[in-house]
């Protein structure tokens, strides 16, 4: 499982850079100067362009994936927030399903350990304060709604089932349809028994 290296330094603007994401229009390239344009000018402010990576909300190019576009819907934009959260941080979770409510100094000493001890104090503290930070704006509990809800998304219309169902039955039941014919025939009425005989020749020969 992963755990992210990317951290911000201004944890402060983290809150405010998100408020921005949702009120701005999606851009087709998520760069410095996007950052710029909402606002957020300082030099270390990039650095969230790579936290935004790590969450899955950007590629490499730094194209908006379609989880950032799913945190543009308000309604589930923390949920969407807490899976990229648990992607990211998918070591720290491993060792406790509930690492949102750990405290900044418990998770400074897991990722310490989890990172083999190869990062420095400082750094660690700047990458706990980040996931802390991250975790006070997503919403947990969310989650379990919001997958269902995708889940539901992938369900097929049950109209279009019952129209192809239903097409495929009248192509199976036109399949065993065959033709057959009726004939009535109407005999004279006479005694003479060669006149019988020579309709039921006829019949046998034309027939039959």
């Known amino acids: 499982m992963p755990i992210t290296e990317a ?5 402060k603007n983290v809150a405010d ?8 229009q999606a851009p087709g390239k998520f760069t410095q100067k996007f950052l710029y344009d909402l606002g957020f000018t300082g ?3 990039r650095r969230f362009v790579g936290v935004l990576k790590s969450l899955g909300f950007i590629d490499e190019g730094g194209v908006p994936t379609q989880r ?8 589930n934009s923390k949920s969407v927030l807490a899976i990229g959260i648990r992607e990211a941080y998918g070591d720290l979770f491993a060792v406790n399903q509930k690492a949102y409510e750990m405290t900044s100094t418990q998770v400074k000493r897991k990722l ?14 700047k ?3 980040t996931f802390i930070t991250l975790c006070s704006l997503a919403d947990f509990s969310g989650i379990p709604k919001i997958m269902e809800k995708k889940k539901d998304d992938t369900k097929p219309d049950k109209e279009k089932v019952i129209i192809k169902e239903s097409s495929k039955a009248k192509a199976d039941v036109s399949k065993e349809l065959s033709l057959k014919y009726s004939i009535n025939i109407e005999l004279p009425n006479t005694r003479d028994q060669l006149v019988y005989d020579a309709i039921s020749r006829s019949i046998r020969e ?3």
């Open 68 to 75: 950032y576009y799913d945190y543009l819907d308000e309604e």
């Open 7 to 11: 951290y911000y330094v201004q944890v």
């Open 127 to 129: 990458m706990a304060a």
């Open 43 to 45: 030099v270390n402010d």
């Open 112 to 125: 310490k350990s989890l990172l083999q001890g190869k990062k420095s104090d400082a750094v660690l503290k």
């Open 17 to 24: 850079i998100f408020e921005g994401i949702l009120n701005a």
């Open 206 to 208: 034309n027939l039959l």
